[in-house]
Each structure stands twice: as structure tokens, then as C-alpha cells.
């Protein structure tokens, strides 16, 4: 079993930076591919980022593309998404996930762990 915890979510002006952090208990965390993913308003949850459980491979929303960066830190438990460039239409709660595989790390049906989320709003 593996919790799930977001943070670093808050209200920032567009073109700001914010970096969420999700940290997970237990010690099978490096067993995981690892995604973000948010819901806005009114909208179904959608597909941010992924990163396979060595790192090696991340995918990207196209929305996302060159302005959000997901990496991990195996030692300490935690998955980042890094957000450049901030656009309102980035307003959502974020949320981190767990899948065991390499394969369509962008399909929300295939992770298993789900944290609560993390409140990102964005200003224009």
C-alpha cells in the first residue's frame, strides 16, 4: 500500500513558477511509475506529466510541453512538477498517482495510489 501526499499548491500570477511536491510512505515507492494529473473547474481530470520508476522516460500533456518539468528523488520518497510559465487556464487541483508499468502512463484508469490533491490557482 502506498500513501500519497501533495503539497506546494497556492495562488500565483500568471508567468509565475510554483513546485508541487508529492511525498509517499512506504518502501516500495521506486517500484512505481509515477503521474500528475488536475482537474479544473467543471472539467474531468486530465493528464499533466509521468516518469517511469527509474526516471528515465517522462511523458507530457501538450498543454504542459516545455513549460512543466516532473522528476523524482527515489531516495526521499518524492515525485516534483515543476510550473513555469503559469496560465490561468493552468487552474486546477493536482493530483499525484501510482502505476505499476512502463505503458500508457498517460491513461488515468491504470494508476492505483491517489493522493488527495493540491490547489493551484492561477491569476490574470
Known amino acids: 500500500q502506498v500513501q500519497l501526499v501533495e503539497s506546494g499548491g497556492r495562488l500565483v500570477q500568471a508567468g509565475g513558477s510554483l513546485r508541487l511536491s508529492c511525498a509517499a510512505s512506504?518502501?516500495?515507492?521506486?517500484?512505481?511509475?509515477m503521474g500528475w494529473f488536475r482537474q479544473g473547474p467543471g472539467k474531468e481530470r486530465e493528464f499533466v506529466a509521468a516518469?517511469?520508476?527509474?526516471?528515465?522516460?517522462?511523458n507530457y500533456a501538450d498543454s504542459v510541453q516545455g513549460r512543466f518539468t516532473i522528476s523524482r528523488d527515489n531516495a526521499k520518497n518524492t515525485v516534483y512538477l515543476q510550473m513555469n510559465s503559469l496560465k490561468p487556464e493552468d487552474t486546477a487541483v493536482y493530483y499525484c498517482?501510482?502505476?505499476?508499468?512502463?505503458?500508457?502512463?498517460?491513461?488515468?484508469?491504470?494508476?492505483?495510489?491517489w493522493g488527495q490533491g493540491t490547489q493551484v490557482t492561477v491569476s490574470s
Open positions: 516518469i517511469t520508476w527509474g526516471g528515465g522516460n517522462t
Open positions: 498517482a501510482a502505476r505499476y508499468g512502463f505503458s500508457r502512463l498517460t491513461d488515468l484508469n491504470g494508476y492505483i495510489h
Open positions: 512506504g518502501r516500495t515507492f521506486s517500484s512505481y511509475a
